[in-house]
């Protein structure tokens, strides 16, 4: 049974362009959430997606946005970048909404 | 809105100390959970705590869901060198069981 993966695991941007990353669900999990955690503090929920429908949304601007696959793998997509947008992005699937979540390694994502 | 108070924020102790470690919240939680997080890794779940007044171990780890469901403490016995990292405590948040929020976490560092 894999885990969830997270890729890429690093990634530079320049403000103003747009990033695209990407979550495999962990197998037989149809849910997967996406948080954005800055330096020194915990994760913040984004959105959440289940059976590929948004099911639930922080408190994101929808520069912020996703998709979720027939596989049940997920992507996050955030436009015109800006410097506070620098954080850890953290994807963690779930068999159902209501069950442990399980996250990845996350990526990285520095905006310069 | 939703927010979970973390302390201490940081904490350096001796390899072999106990370690105790709080979460707070203005707001009534159902369930508390206490995840670890390594550098470069995502949170791992420790512990979750489902009923008020609940206590849970898990091997070293103790947690307790207080009477008021406003708290939980975290309780680490012995600790060892690969204890180190920041512990959060996170709860669902109105949207939903998976739609996670979470501490500003509290890091521990153990002298050898």
């Known amino acids: 049974e894999t885990g969830v993966t997270q890729s890429p695991t690093h990634l530079i941007k320049t403000r103003g362009q747009q990033v695209t990353l990407r979550c495999s669900s962990q197998?037989?999990?149809?849910?997967v959430s996406w948080y954005q955690q800055a330096l020194g503090q915990g994760p913040q929920f984004i959105f959440q997606?289940?059976?590929?429908?948004?099911?639930g949304r922080g408190n994101f601007p929808p520069r912020f946005s996703g998709l979720q696959f027939p596989n049940y793998s997920s992507e996050l997509n955030v436009n015109a970048l800006e410097l506070d947008d620098s954080a850890l992005y953290l994807c963690?699937?779930?068999?159902?909404?209501?069950?442990?979540?399980?996250f990845g390694q996350g990526t990285r994502l520095t905006v310069v | 809105g939703q927010q979970l108070n973390q302390s201490p924020q940081s904490m350096f102790i001796q390899e072999g100390e106990d370690v105790s470690m709080n979460c707070t919240s203005s707001?009534?939680?159902?369930?508390w959970l206490w995840y670890k997080q390594d550098p470069g890794e995502g949170p791992v779940l420790l512990i979750a705590?489902?009923?008020?007044?609940e206590l849970t171990s898990n091997g070293r780890l103790t947690a307790q869901f207080g009477i008021t469901r406003k708290d939980s403490f975290l309780n680490i016995s012995a600790s060892i060198p690969s204890d180190v990292g920041i512990y959060f405590c996170?709860?669902?948040?109105?949207?939903?069981?998976?739609?996670?929020?979470f501490g500003q976490g509290t890091r521990l560092t153990i002298n050898p």
């Open positions: 707001s009534i939680f159902n369930t």
């Open positions: 963690a699937s779930s068999l159902d909404t209501n069950t442990e979540a399980f």
């Open positions: 705590l489902y009923k008020a007044g």
């Open positions: 996170a709860g669902p948040s109105i949207q939903g069981a998976q739609k996670l929020v």
């Open positions: 197998s037989g999990h149809n849910t």
């Open positions: 997606y289940y059976r590929e429908e948004e099911n």
